[in-house]
């Protein structure tokens, strides 16, 4: 039993789900849920990511076997493709339950984004769009956020693109190590057709971006922190990716440092949105 649920851990792509659980969680504190109100989200969250990373190794493994991602528990034989599948469409289920708990409107969005991320797994992730969904379910999560709140108030747009444009940006940054293992298998996103470079300027300009929308979008004029925000945006991905490159060369293994990258933007934008006490 403890091999499986470790395996189930493993499984669920634990380091960007528990980022994106995180980040959410505080941006519930921020926007001025209350503590049951920031568990709901929490809980919410966790579930769909919680689906959505079962699902992508119940679909990959022949993939993950045929490239031999022995980190990849499935294909290693640690846990069943059954048993992910299985733990993935409870979660999917869970999801929009745990959402009702706040009100119907805010559940009917994170279930967009679990939908639109689920469409990734399959069939989008080797299309030229590949990237639509990243953005959906990202601009998605902060929409559901705000309108989880009593009342239901309409999320601020810039807020929704934001989202949107660090999604958009994730994308290209965790596609980026597993180029030439997806080739080998048939998978042909737009990273993949953008190639190594082009990806990086992509997750660079799109990270970016997201910081400055956060910084200017909000009513009054940007602050210092916001200001240090954006160039912490604009050095942290080139940073991140040298690294990891050298560190992936030296050890052999995957250059992994490239999404770590983009969940440091990712939190440097949501404490620079709660700091500023304007989430909404």
């Given at each position: 039993?403890?091999?499986?649920?470790?395996?189930?851990?493993?499984?669920?792509?634990?380091?960007?789900?528990?980022?994106?659980?995180?980040?959410?969680?505080?941006?519930?504190?921020?926007?001025?849920h209350s503590p049951t109100g920031v568990a709901a989200v929490t809980a919410t969250v966790l579930a769909s990511q919680l689906a959505v990373g079962w699902t992508n190794d119940a679909l990959d493994a022949g993939r993950d076997a045929a490239v031999g991602r022995t980190d990849k528990p499935v294909a290693?034989?640690?846990?069943?493709?059954?048993?992910?599948?299985?733990?993935?469409?409870?979660?999917?289920?869970?999801?929009?339950?745990?959402?009702?708990?706040?009100n119907p409107t805010a559940a009917l969005w994170v279930t967009i984004a679990l939908v639109s991320a689920l469409l990734y797994?399959?069939?989008l992730k080797s299309s030229p769009v590949s990237v639509l969904p990243y953005a959906v379910s990202?601009?998605?999560?902060p929409a559901f956020v705000?309108?989880?709140?009593?009342?239901?108030?309409?999320?601020?747009?810039?807020?929704?693109?934001?989202?949107?444009?660090?999604?958009?940006?994730?994308?290209?940054?965790n596609v980026l190590p597993?180029?030439?293992?997806?080739?080998?298998?048939?998978?042909?996103?737009?990273?993949h057709r953008l190639g190594p470079a082009g990806s990086r300027v992509a997750a660079a300009a799109l990270l970016l971006a997201a910081t400055v929308v956060l910084v200017v979008g909000p009513p009054g004029p940007p602050s210092?922190?916001?200001?240090?925000?954006?160039?912490?945006?604009?050095?942290?991905?080139?940073?991140?990716?040298?690294?990891?490159?050298?560190?992936?060369?030296?050890?052999?293994?995957?250059?992994?440092?490239?999404?770590?990258?983009?969940?440091v933007v990712a939190l440097i934008d949501v404490v620079l949105l709660v700091a500023s006490g304007r989430v909404i």
């Open positions: 039993m403890s091999s499986t649920v470790l395996g189930l851990v493993r499984a669920s792509h634990p380091e960007p789900s528990a980022a994106v659980t995180a980040v959410s969680g505080l941006l519930a504190w921020g926007a001025g290693a034989g640690a846990v069943s493709r059954r048993t992910v599948a299985v733990g993935a469409m409870l979660a999917a289920l869970a999801t929009p339950l745990l959402a009702l708990t706040t797994d399959w069939p990202f601009g998605s999560l705000v309108l989880a709140l009593p009342g239901a108030p309409a999320p601020p747009a810039w807020l929704v693109a934001a989202g949107a444009c660090l999604g958009a940006g994730a994308h290209f940054a597993d180029l030439a293992d997806d080739a080998r298998t048939g998978v042909r996103g737009l990273p210092w922190l916001g200001l240090s925000a954006v160039a912490a945006a604009a050095v942290v991905p080139p940073l991140g990716w040298y690294g990891g490159r050298r560190a992936a060369g030296e050890a052999g293994g995957r250059p992994v440092t490239a999404f770590r990258a983009v969940m």
